[in-house]
Nanobody, 124 residues
Framework: QVQLVESGGGLVQAGGSLRLSCAAS????????MGWFRQAPGKERVLVASINLTGGVTKYADSVKGRFTISRDNAKNTVSLQMNSLKPEDTALYYCAQGPSPTGPTIATIVTAWGQGTQVTVSS
């Protein structure tokens, strides 16, 4: 069972940037797609960005396109999310996720492993 540990969350002013990182244990990281999801209070957990096993295919929620960039380093077993031009509506708990196949997961119900989450708060 893979273990995922996120880091990099925090408090930032609107317009600022943060970089989230997720470190994965085990030898199977490079065989599966990865993703970042977020969940705001009282709302469901939704996709922010996903990436396939090679890093060649990425998908983004419309709300973050052009502002966020997902990347992965299979040699280091890490996946990252660079977040620029942050907005107050980006405030949420962000989760690293592993999918069940080489393509990146796009819905929470198919995710096979979750990190513990890291809080991102954007002040106006």
């Amino acid at each position: 069972q893979v273990q995922l540990v996120e880091s990099g969350g925090g408090l930032v002013q609107a317009g600022g940037s943060l970089r989230l990182s997720c470190a994965a244990s085990g030898r199977t990281f490079r065989f599966y797609g990865m993703g970042w999801f977020r969940q705001a209070p009282g709302k469901e957990r939704v996709l922010v960005a996903s990436i396939n096993l090679t890093g060649g295919v990425t998908k983004y929620a419309d709300s973050v396109k052009g502002r966020f960039t997902i990347s992965r380093d299979n040699a280091k077993n890490t996946v990252s999310l660079q977040m620029n031009s942050l907005k107050p509506e980006d405030t949420a708990l962000y989760y690293c996720a592993q999918g069940p196949s080489p393509t990146g997961p796009t819905i929470a119900t198919i995710v096979t492993a979750w990190g513990q989450g890291t809080q991102v708060t954007v002040s106006s």
